[in-house]
Every structure is written in C-alpha cells, then in structure tokens.
C-alpha cells in the first residue's frame, strides 16, 4: 500500500483528541437511593484523587472508528492490482468539427461517427480503458474511465460545430493520456475535412477510421464590412466544392429587408468575390447563397456592422478647451467639461466611461477609467513631489508600448514637470533619463494613464502628435468594440467595462449564456452559426448591447471532399503493452463510504437510546 498524501495522515491525530474528550466527558451520575447506610462502609477515595479509567463505551468505538477511517482516507491510500490479461487503454479521438454536420448518406458524418465510437466502446472487455476526445477547434478530453455506460453517455453530450479540427493536438494528448501500463493504441474518427500537415511521429498504434464521401459543397468563406462616408462598404467571397458549375443566388439582407441580391456563377472547384455598396443605418448583416447543398450551415455568414462604442467622457480641468477639441473629433466620444470644484456634485460621475484629470486629483480613483495630467503634489493617489524638475534637452526620449508606437515626439518640448514616482500597478511609456513622463496601469479594476507634463506649457498641443495621442490613449483606456464576426469555435476575446456586474449573451436560438466577470473575458464554446447578443449589466440592468456574428464558413471546412490520413509514422503494435502488469486501485471512496455509513449507525444508536 502506499499513500498519495502522506500528510493528511496527520488527521490521525484527532484519535487521542478524542479520547481525551470522552475522558472528560465522564461525570459522576445523581441515584436516588432510599438510605446510605450501606454506602457509608465503603472506602473512601482521597480527596483530589480522580478516576482515569478509559470509558470503553459504543459511541466512543464508533468515534475511533470513523476518525481513523477518514484519516486514512485523507492520506489517499492505493493498492496496486493486477490488470487483466492484455488490458487495453484506447484514445477515441472525434473529430467534431463543422464539416461533421454535413449529411452524408441520409445521416450526418458526426452521427455515423458516434455510431462508430459506440461500437468500440461496447467491444470492450472488463479491465479496458477508454479516453473519449473531443477534437473541434482546440482538443479536449471528455471522458476517461472503463464504464461503457458512462462513456457512452459523454459521447452522446458531443455535437459538432467549430471551424477546424485539431487533430494534432488531440494525438499529442492522447499519448500523454495513455497508461503504458496497458496496450496502448488511438483511434481517430473524422472525415478528413483537414489542411494538409507534415509528417510526425507517434508512439503509440494508430488507427484512421474515415467517415463521409464526396459530396459537393457551397460556402460563403468571407464576409466583412467597412464604413465609407455615410454608407457601408460589403465584400463576400463564396466558393464551390463541385465538380460541376455552380449558379445561384447570393443575397445581402437585414431583419427581414433584403438590401441586395445578385446572380453569381462559379465555376467547378472555384470562387467568385462580390462587393455592394449598401445604405447606412443597419445594425447587423446577414449573407445568404441557395447552395442546396447538405452542409446549410456554412450557407450563411453574419456580420454585425454597428461596432463603435459609445464613450462618455467627463473633463475635469479649470482650462478645458485645447482638450475638448481633441476628444470631440474622436467618433462615439461625448465631453462633459467642469472645473475641478464642481467634479464631486457631477450626475454623470456614475456613468463616465473615462475621466480626465488636469491638474487635479480626488481622493479615490473614478468607477470607469481615468487619464490623470500634470497631477497635484498633495494627492493620496500618487506620489508626485512639489517641486519642478527641467528635463535635460540632450537627453532622448525612451518610448514603449503599442500605444505610442510609430508616434514622433521630435521637437517636442515639456518644459519642467513634478517627478511623479512610478506606483508598483504602472509601467512607464515614455520618460527622459529617469524622468517619466507618461505611465499606464491598472490598479484595483481601474484603467489609469498618467501624463506627468502641463499641457499649458510646452508646445505638444501645437503639434501633430498631439491629437494622435489622445485619441490613441482615449481607445486604450476605454473597453474596445466587439469584432464584427469570429468563426464558429474561435476565441471571443472581451474587454467590459469595468464596472460590468454580469455579462450576458444570448445565441441565434435566443439560449442563454451568462460568462463571468473579469478584466478579461475568453469564450471558445460558440460553435453554432449566427448572431450573438452581447449584453454588460449593472445591478440587473442592461447598459449597453452588442452583436458579435459566428460564421461556420471556411475554407479548410467547408471542402467535404475526403482528404489522406495524415503522414504519421506509428509503431505496428505497442513497444510499451503489458501483459498482466498492475495498476494502481484508489482506496479513499470505499474508506469514505465506511465513515459515512458508521455515522448513520452512531445517529440511529443516539436516538434509539434518547
């Protein structure tokens, strides 16, 4: 036997913790007698002398009993045992991808796989082992053990969606996976729907189940936007995975309106590309080809056009115009300006997506982001020393960070500026020797950007850096816009606001997602085509929606055609099988299970005798 954690061992020690309380437990009991006449020949005990006899009771047995079974359990004890003779442990490798969706012979290519999965898996003898694993976009595994009834019932969980297969990735996992204990060997079940990959090695055995025809295919594999003057720019490139032309219809609508529709012709195994110039005003776009083909999926392609984010800015400054003029060129930007007397009695302090500090600091940070100018010596916020320090003419400026990237600060002059020492949450951007002069961080959910400098004195808002400047540390500090589309399985990143609460978003089926709440937000899990909803809330309250579209459409996908197997090199047979080797039986649940089932006894005993 031995323990995978020695130190929970040391919850033994509630043994003669236990006992010790049951010793001082031990009270003397009151017995009515009808004389103490016989009692008085007794002999007496010595004054101050006590009985230390162990109470040897049923509950104290029962207390031991179940405190040492726990102990052990804690220390996670194994047993090794032998495996059965020839024992196998299988990887399944599915493929889940959206091409699996396809309808290949009255059925789809993922059911014909799962099909496949049950069948080996039912095929088991006692004492294999099974790895069920999903390879979509990113590969994973689903399920692992030796029940087939739970590993069938993980398998029926899957379905597909997600543009790519990484079945690369799911083979690496699976020879980290493998007991070599046992005969180890990777089944992989896809319908070859992959761009080609280079040869590799692989440990253990192979084994490449197909699944599909050749059945033909149209998609649309590229669909984006752009804003031009008052209406909007729209490019779509669709493709045909036929032997034969293709002749359709390809329409551009929103909602319900159809806004352009036109004829295309591809030509066998081509492309065609199509652009529109389309009215303003719309808020998401949908494309849509007749492809009457059986992968509907990648059909269509979603965009949602409405990307600019609105942004509240609050201008705190007792000289605000130079700056005003700045933010209020920057598109989605509202300035509300006041002087620093009046910041705290502001309505819009709850609000502001950003706020903008001249010469002035308030006792705690804002509830959304802030860009602090020229800060005061007496703040609690920063560190900023009273006097004013020259910046040396020869010295050169030293700047970092995309923010600031490709800007020219030549023949920029600052003048004298407070030293304001770097806090530990912000890294300095740009400084002159050892002089920052602009800082950027993020402490306690706040985006915080720091100009040292005075912009009244000095010539930065007379140059053409300047308005540059602002308007890249405005987007930097303010949460970005979501991207007009991702495909199917890829990762939505999202920055919300930091005063967010929930984070809610509803899929093309109106189903309900709520992701948590962080600085950051990742979600990899939208693999069905369409529009998605994306919702910041406060307190219950939605105070600002978006659309992100989620296209199935790709080249590497949408070819149904089936594809080689990849060029691996594998052994014939396992060069690590053992016959009749051990494996390691964990023996913590049946300890736990004992405790749990000992303290029902000790509950029914303590009752029966109350």
């Known amino acids: 036997m031995s323990f995978l954690l020695p130190l929970g061992l040391l919850a033994l020690l509630a043994l003669p913790i236990i006992v010790l309380l049951h010793l001082l437990r031990e009270r003397r009991q009151r017995v009515p007698v009808p004389s103490l006449l016989l009692w008085a020949n007794l002999p007496r005990r010595i004054d101050g002398e006590r009985s230390r006899r162990l109470p040897l009771t049923l509950l104290l047995l029962l207390h031991l009993l179940v405190a040492a079974l726990l102990g052990f359990a804690l220390g996670g004890p194994q047993i090794a045992g032998a495996l059965a003779p020839n024992a196998r442990h299988t990887a399944l490798v599915i493929d889940t991808s959206t091409s699996m969706a396809a309808i290949d012979g009255g ?87 992959l761009p080609p990959q280079p040869a590799r ?28 003057g008052g209406r909007i720019q729209v490019y779509a490139r669709v493709a045909s995975y036929d032997s034969a032309p293709f002749n359709g219809t390809l329409r551009i609508v929103s909602g319900n309106q159809v806004l352009a529709e036109e004829q295309v012709t591809i030509a066998p195994n081509g492309e065609t590309e199509i652009s529109w110039t389309l009215p303003g005003g719309v808020e998401t776009l949908r494309a849509m080809i007749d492809g009457r083909d059986t ?127 770097p806090p530990p949450w912000a890294e300095v951007l740009l400084a002159s020797g050892d002089l920052p002069l602009i800082l950027r961080g993020r402490t306690e959910g706040h985006e915080v950007a720091i100009w040292t400098f005075n912009l009244a004195s000095g010539n930065l808002t007379t140059r053409l850096a300047f308005p540059l400047l602002v308007a890249r540390t405005v987007r930097d500090l303010a949460p970005p816009p979501l991207p007009q589309a991702v495909r199917a399985g890829e990762m939505l990143t999202i920055r919300p606001d930091p005063r967010t609460t929930a984070l809610v978003l509803r899929g093309p089926d109106n189903r309900r997602i709520e992701a948590p709440v962080a600085s950051v937000v990742t979600l990899d899990t939208l693999i069905e085509p369409g529009l998605y909803t994306v919702e910041e809330q406060r307190g219950g309250t939605t105070v600002l929606a978006g659309a992100v579209g989620v296209n199935a459409g790709a080249a590497i996908e949408s070819n149904l055609r089936p594809q080689s197997a990849l060029p691996l090199r594998a052994p014939g047979n396992d060069p690590g099988s053992a016959s009749g080797g051990q494996h390691v039986i964990d023996l913590w649940p049946w300890l736990a299970g004992a405790a749990l089932i000992i303290l029902a006894i000790e509950w029914v005993y303590v009752l029966r005798r109350r």
């Open 295 to 421: 992968l509907p999926q990648d059909d269509s392609a979603y965009l949602s056009v409405a990307q600019g984010r609105p942004i509240t800015v609050i201008l705190v400054s007792n000289q605000p115009a130079v700056l005003r003029r700045a933010l209020e060129v920057i598109p989605g930007v509202t300035v509300v300006a006041a002087p620093p007397d009046a910041y705290a009695a502001m309505p819009e302090r709850t609000i502001a997506d950003l706020t903008i500090f001249d010469g002035f600091l308030p006792d705690a940070w804002p509830q959304g982001s802030a860009l602090v100018i020229a800060p005061p010596p007496d703040s609690s916020l920063l560190r900023v020393t009273s006097d004013f320090q020259p910046l040396d003419a020869g010295a050169p400026l030293r700047q970092r960070g995309s923010t600031l990237e490709g800007l020219g600060f030549g023949g920029v002059v600052f003048e004298a500026v407070r030293r304001v020492e």
């Open 107 to 193: 059925t789809s290519r993922f059911e014909q796989a799962r099909q496949r999965a049950r069948t080996l898996i039912a095929a088991t003898s006692p004492g294999d082992r099974v790895t069920l694993i999903a390879a979509g976009p990113r590969a994973q595994i689903v399920a692992s053990g030796e029940d087939p009834f739970d590993l069938t019932a993980a398998l029926d969980t899957l379905q597909p969606g997600g543009v790519g297969a990484a079945i690369n990735e799911a083979l690496t996992l699976a020879e980290a996976t493998l007991d070599p204990q046992f005969s180890r060997r990777i089944v992989v079940v896809t319908d070859g729907a």
């Open 201 to 228: 090695n692989v440990a253990v055995p192979v084994e490449w189940v197909q699944i599909g025809s050749n059945v033909p295919n149209r998609a649309i594999i590229a669909f984006a936007s752009r804003p031009w």
